[in-house]
């Protein structure tokens, strides 16, 4: 790679990864109409969950959803996609053993709708492919289920062109931590000079690269600039096929 860059970390959600959510079904909860999951595990609420109904439930992950979301980003600790659903169960009334039983097949029902919404357009492959054939290449993701991220990679044809995949459910951590980026900079053997961070997300993507000494190349994809109180990128770009002359 030129510009002594040596290995590529790429984000995957917004990234490498289109997420589609005009594939999900629309469920009402409060005279809002929003994309859901709710179809996949709606027959388990039925099944499960006598008297409680799919849009109580479904309010009851988007409350819990908005509590961990603002969770992660005070302490940057990752929680299960379980945890979401293990939370909702008892907020509906689930004993806590009923709730820790259930919560995986929730979870499980919720990432497959996750998976087949997911792109991977063309010319975005066709980045990772150039930029793979020149050096080593890693993916560093926040993702709260892990199988699923990997599932979604070899869906997608991504496993086989990278060295490392460093997802944050498994780490317990997310970006902007720079634990990530360092575990893959460890996987792949290359040292945070040598390495540069793509992303589309300012603060946990270039946070995290920043925070392990890595240079970063930020997609500012709707040209909002880069703000005042995050660390700066190396470079800017609004899409990612212009990441090649960078780093290829």
Known sequence: MSSGYRAALFDLFGTL???????LPEIVIDGRRMPSTSEAWGPLVEETLPGVGIVAFARAVMEVSAELDRARRAS???????ERFRRALAR????????????????????????????????HARVLAQVSARGPVAVVTNFDDTATAFDILARHGILG???SVVVSEAVGLRKPHGALVRIALR???????????????LTEDVGAASAAGVDAVWI??????????????????RRLPEVLPIIA
């Open 17 to 23: 990864l289109v997420f589609d959510i005009t594939t």
């Open 76 to 82: 940057a600790i990752e929680f299960p996609s379980r």
């Open 92 to 123: 509906v009334g689930c004993s806590a053993g009923e709730a820790d039983e259930l919560a995986p097949l929730f979870a499980r029902a919720h990432m497959r709708c996750i998976v087949g919404a997911t792109r991977f357009p063309d010319e």
């Open 161 to 163: 062109l990278v060295g």
């Open 187 to 201: 996987d792949l053997g290359v040292a945070p000079a040598d390495a540069i961070m793509i992303g589309d997300h």
């Open 220 to 237: 500012d994809s709707h040209g909002t600039g880069i703000a005042t109180d995050v660390p700066a990128p190396r470079y800017v770009v």
